[in-house]
């Protein structure tokens, strides 16, 4: 059986454990403890390991939906999953202080997973806080990235369209990347 | 009650003098660490900062692994986690009654019921702090 | 038709009888194709260079230059005089006088590539006529494979090279002249959504800040906020005929504070327009052989998008492709093909390159890598399958 990791990425309350329960159809494993840190976050739980969730398909394919923790003290879990995972679900919250520097520092910590495979760029609560519109972070993530077009959207991370098209336009991308390196390399 | 507890005083104060104890208590501790289960370091013996921060992070993660592993079993929550390595041990369980969690590294001269014996009697000694008299 | 890109100057054709208009787009073009001038020209005055006929009267703000087309034996003189019989090089001479007078005068405001120096100030309601255009639309390239791509050559590397060239950012819209606007304070009268897509197309290039009215008989009225990005429609899109008989589009200078409070996306109804409403093929401002990037993703999750969108807009975003090599790419017809890109100039999310390009290649869809097909391999095509998409 192959397997397809996907993580999910991003700053505290960007919504990443909503989005994996959106998603898969398991039932999700959450790895989560109460929150101390009530300054950073108002809520009462953060996920300090990893979230899981996966959509099996047919007897062939597993995707597996990681969802990392938002705090940088974890990020050697980033790390770890990092290791096995072909794409990136990035989150981020729009109302949060400082939305596209969160985008651009994550951008930077997760940039070998978009050299070697996919980043999509999900905005979440972008209907409830005026923030940056989406023209300010496309424009972030073409300075993070070299000028890469990296899917961004507004999504709501209840919605399993949205979480669905966030998940199917990675996968797009990356096999889209993929075949035009598989032409180039036939070319060169 | 479980809002800053790294930060409170009594807490880290309480936290450092029951590690003291606990290395009293076993000549093969390497270094403990008390830390929120959301990952801060409440109070650590040994190691240097940057370790035993990293520590706090691992052991919270540690933790919650656990915990899910044990509620997807139906086993109810996870006490203690035990790794074993050629060199040592790293126990690791919950301070009852708090959103603490006690990690502590013994090398390879303890033998793995004396460490977690003075692990949880550092545990029980951690879960004596009064955390109200402390907020007030 | 005029068809100009990289234009770093717009001209005002106003009030100018049809064979002097016609004199001055042909000489236009055959300067920009011949890289004597760069400019965009458009219907209305709201271009840095102004060129009308001798006898009307044109009001004018401070950083606009009027040019006035007299007869021979007009005793007046001046750098922007130009006389008739209309020449090539009068033109030209006339083009690169306003050039200099423009870069040296103080920087107007720069929208993408395309200077905007101001707009005719228009009260509330009062609407004048624009010219419309008596250029054709571009005609729409037949849906099957283009000729050369029988015979492909060993130029695919060239391809691959411009594929890769450096993207420049911000975004560089498609600035294509287009052959009618409708600018602030103009109305524009159509028998067709594409009628007036050049006019909206021209609105949302120039960026002047606009409100507009979409009138569809027996319909509901389409209001447009394009400072806010955001329209209002009720029933949208169920209320709104692919095929009407007649649309008109009113377009006023936004006053402060007229703003819609509230409504759809903007970016919806462009892609409504793009996708649905313009017909078979490409916009007129577009031609079969530009090449075209995605510059940013559409907001996927406002739209009314299928998973064939979903994967051109991934070849796009990784290749610089033709219409034509985006149906072949994606396996679609190539009238959804052009109709992806129709919306994504609309709304401004294409760069637009129009070279002397080697002969094109379409990259093969790739067993097991590939977004080539539904069926294929791909983890894509297994994932709609199971989501039942």
Known sequence: MAEHVILFAGPMCAGKTTAIRSLSEIETISTEAANTDRETADKDTTTVALDYGEITIGDEDKVRLYGLPGQRRFDFMWRILMERAVGLVLLVNNDAADPLGQLAEFLEEFAELHERGGIVVGITRADIAEGPSLGDYAQTIAKSTSGAIIPVFTVDARDGNHMQTCLLSLIANIESRAALAYQQEQAA | MSDKLHKNPVVVEHARAALETFRSHSKSLGYATILTTDGFEVASIAGDAQQTRRVASMASSMQALGDAVARDLKMGTCDYIIIAAPSGYVIQLRVPGYDLVIAAHFDSAETLGKALSVARLAANDMAQVSVAAAAA | ?389
């Open chain 3, 1 to 389: 038709m005029l068809a100009f890109v990289k234009a770093r100057y717009t001209v005002g054709l106003i009030g100018l009888d049809i064979v002097d208009r016609a004199k001055v787009n042909i000489i236009l073009e055959k300067a920009f194709a011949d890289g004597e001038a760069s400019w965009l020209a458009l219907y209305n005055d709201s271009c840095d260079l102004i060129i009308t006929s001798g006898n009307l009267p044109v009001e004018a703000m401070d950083e606009q230059i009027v040019a006035r087309i007299v007869d021979a034996d007009c005793p007046d003189d001046g750098p922007f005089l130009l006389r008739r019989p209309l020449s090539h090089e009068a033109i030209v001479s006339l083009l690169r006088n306003a050039e200099a007078q423009l870069d040296s005068s103080a920087p107007a405001p720069e929208y993408g590539r395309l200077k905007v120096t101001g707009v005719t100030e228009v009260q509330p309601g009062e609407e004048r006529a624009v010219e419309m255009a008596e250029a054709a639309p571009a005609a729409a390239p037949a849906p099957q494979m283009h000729p050369q791509f029988a015979a492909l050559g060993p130029s695919y590397q060239q391809q691959i090279a411009a594929q890769q060239a450096p993207r420049p950012y911000p975004p560089t819209q498609a600035q294509r002249g287009v052959a009618a606007s409708a600018n602030a304070g103009s109305e524009t009268v159509g028998e067709s959504w594409a009628d007036i897509s050049i006019a909206l197309y021209s609105i949302l290039q120039t960026r002047v800040p606009t409100m507009a009215r979409i009138n569809l008989p027996h319909a509901e009225s389409i209001l447009i906020d394009f400072p806010g990005r955001r329209f209002q429609c009720a029933g949208f899109p169920d209320s709104i005929p692919l095929q009407p008989h007649q649309v008109v589009l009113r377009a006023t200078l936004a006053q402060p504070g007229q703003g819609l409070p509230q409504g759809q996306p903007l970016e919806r109804l462009l892609w409504f327009i793009g996708t649905r409403a313009l017909g078979a093929g490409l916009a007129p401002w577009l031609c079969a052989e530009d090449r075209c990037r995605l510059v940013q993703w559409p907001n996927f999750t406002v739209l009314d998008h299928s998973i064939d969108h979903m994967r051109m807009t991934a070849a796009m975003g990784n290749g610089l492709l033709t219409a034509e090599e985006l149906s072949l790419l994606s396996g679609v017809p190539f009238q959804k093909a052009a109709g992806i890109l129709n919306a994504f100039s609309l709304m401004g999310l294409l760069h637009i390159e129009r070279q002397p390009a080697p002969a094109p290649r379409v990259p093969a869809p790739v067993a097991g890598t590939g977004v080539g097909t539904r069926s294929s391999g791909s983890l894509f095509g297994k994932l709609i399958r199971k989501m039942g998409l």
